[in-house]
């Protein structure tokens, strides 16, 4: 499920559903369920005011680089994402950086507007690292700033506007699912609100206020669904270019609990404890095999003898991703990994703090970071970006306790 616990009514819509709408002119608008899971999950009613079917063009989009390479010999990575090159837009210039059956993580430095764009393989949540824009969607206009995420329904048609501001960028970090995100089940009712443990509430999502409703014939839609290549390669996500033969954001109004919707990092309310909590408190959301994290500006451990940073630990399961945002992340110093890296940790390898960074933590009561997690539950590998932009001395760090050293060198005797 995508949608979020509480119906939302915008623009104009009729009465009673399934019922003939009119405009003041007397013309029919088209009515609209997007849903998912059938007819038997979230859904929301939309009215066009033409037809959304109607199109007049279809031809092959060839999608960016997805080729993955597998992480073998098994070992940590690291990965520099502020080394890939700026420009570009936010859908077509995202470069992948790693990925699996079930998820896609891409990253894009964006500086010009998006072509109309479709993700019809699965939810899109999208956390901005840098930048300020607009995505403009069939429900309306969502506004987004530095440590939203912007959680994007399957088949939502979007484009992204970035500032105009001189020399201003979008830093967009794209996680891809093949499935929907949505708030992790442990947070809901049984009916979907969120609950009172939960470290966030309906008030802190920000859906579209009111519909945006475009004009215009010929319009083309970039659409990533599922299918096999051409070349006879395995299945997975393709392209397509379809032109409407009128604007496809043209809705004047919807309803329902299906919407896309922003949510920032500031509004997180970190659980804290006595001693170190494990992953799972700072999880903001989840699809099917793998879960997304947040790791925000906090007070830590009160216990007189705790270790803040993470105790060793094996992902028996899952691979582990971390997106170092902004701050001082306690557990890597001396490492090499600073803002903008992502360290994998793989399943298989036991992982933890640097050597040094345990000790200098014991007595420490606040720690400044924002990093974004993604735990898989299947093994993620390389995408070209990823292998673009690695430091390869990082998985030797914890033997000889600097990124510079190389790996170590044992004797035979």
């Known amino acids: 499920m995508t949608g979020v616990a509480y119906y939302r009514s915008v623009g104009a819509v009729p009465r009673t559903r399934h019922t003939a709408f009119r405009d003041e002119q007397g013309n029919l608008r088209y009515e609209e369920l997007m849903g998912e899971e059938g007819f038997s999950s979230d859904s929301s009613l939309l009215y066009h005011a033409g037809v959304p079917s109607a199109i007049v063009a279809s031809e092959v989009w060839e999608l960016p680089d997805l080729a993955t390479t597998p992480n073998h010999p098994l070992k940590p990575r690291h990965l520099k994402l502020h080394d890939v090159p700026a420009g570009g837009d936010a859908v077509t210039g995202r470069r992948l950086v790693m990925g699996n059956a079930d998820v896609r993580i891409s990253y894009v430095v964006s500086d010009a507007p998006s072509p109309y764009y479709r993700n019809a393989v699965g939810d899109e949540c999208v956390f901005v690292e840098e930048g300020s824009g607009t995505v403009e969607t069939t429900f309306g206009v969502l506004a987004y700033r530095t440590g939203d995420y912007v959680v994007i329904p399957r088949a939502t048609t979007h484009r992204w506007l970035p500032s105009d501001v001189d020399g201003e960028v979008s830093r967009l970090y794209a996680i891809e699912a093949n499935s929907h995100i949505a708030p992790p089940k442990r947070y809901l009712s049984k009916y979907g609100q969120l609950l009172e443990h939960a470290p966030y509430c309906e008030r802190d999502l920000h859906g579209p206020p009111e519909p945006l409703v475009e004009t215009g014939t010929d319009v083309e839609v970039f659409v990533k669904h599922r299918g096999r290549s051409r070349n006879g390669g395995p299945s997975g996500p393709v392209g397509t270019r379809m032109t409407y033969a009128r604007h496809p954001l043209d809705v004047v109004g919807w309803d329902g609990c299906l919407y896309p919707y922003t949510f920032n ?113 299947r093994p993620l590998e390389l995408g ?19 990124e510079e050293d190389g790996p170590p060198v044992f004797s035979n005797s």
């Open 384 to 402: 070209e970006a990823g292998l673009a932009v690695e430091d390869p001395a990082y998985a030797w760090t914890w033997a000889r306790g600097s």
């Open 265 to 377: 990092v500031e509004d997180f309310m970190p659980i804290t404890g006595k001693v170190h909590q494990p992953p799972p408190v700072h999880q903001v959301f989840e699809g099917a095999n793998f879960v997304v994290c947040n790791f925000c500006p906090r007070k830590v451990d009160y216990h007189e003898g705790s270790i803040p940073v993470p105790y060793y630990h094996s992902n028996v399961d899952s691979d582990e991703v971390m997106f170092y945002v902004a701050g001082d992340y306690e557990a890597r110093k001396g490492s090499g990994i600073g803002i903008g890296s992502i360290s994998l940790h793989p399943g298989g390898f036991a992982h933890g703090p640097q050597p040094s960074a345990v000790e200098a933590s014991i007595g420490v009561e606040y720690f400044d970071e924002l990093a974004v997690m993604v735990d898989t539950f």
